[in-house]
């Protein structure tokens, strides 16, 4: 059974810093799988971040991301991480990890994913 387990969100002022880290087990995945990272407030989609294919050879960013958070992974624990620095208000979500592994779409919808974690909130204050 494939887990995917987050951890890291919290409360944290604007301008600072959180890392967020998403642990996958259950199955073994190849090099070309991806980790994707996406984010979502109610009443909102779920908005694409960033993704890591699982050899770590290439990484993807949102546009609203670029230049301030950084994915990185796999540890040999097979963790991957959501490095967010400069935090601004907007950028309070729920934030989920998320694999893709079926290939079938875009790595930037959501509903191509096939495991999702728990989610985790992070909360940015002014």
């Known amino acids: 059974q494939v887990q995917l387990v987050e951890s890291g969100g919290g409360l944290v002022q604007a301008g600072g810093s959180l890392r967020l880290s998403c642990a996958a087990s259950?199955?073994?995945?190849?090099?070309?799988?991806?980790m994707g990272w996406f984010r979502q407030v109610p009443g909102n989609e779920r908005e694409f971040v960033g993704a890591?294919?699982?050899?770590?050879?290439?990484?993807f960013y949102g546009d609203s991301v670029k230049g301030r958070f950084t994915i990185s992974g796999p540890n040999a624990k097979n963790t991957f991480y959501l490095q967010m620095n400069s935090l601004k208000p907007e950028d309070t979500a729920t934030y989920y990890c998320?694999?893709?592994?079926?290939?079938?779409?875009?790595?930037?919808?959501?509903?191509?994913?096939?495991?999702w974690g728990q989610g985790t909130q992070v909360t940015v204050s002014t």
């Open positions: 890591i294919t699982w050899s770590g050879a290439s990484v």
């Open positions: 259950g199955r073994t995945f190849s090099s070309y799988h991806i």
């Open positions: 998320a694999a893709y592994v079926n290939l079938s779409g875009t790595y930037t919808k959501a509903a191509y994913y096939d495991y």
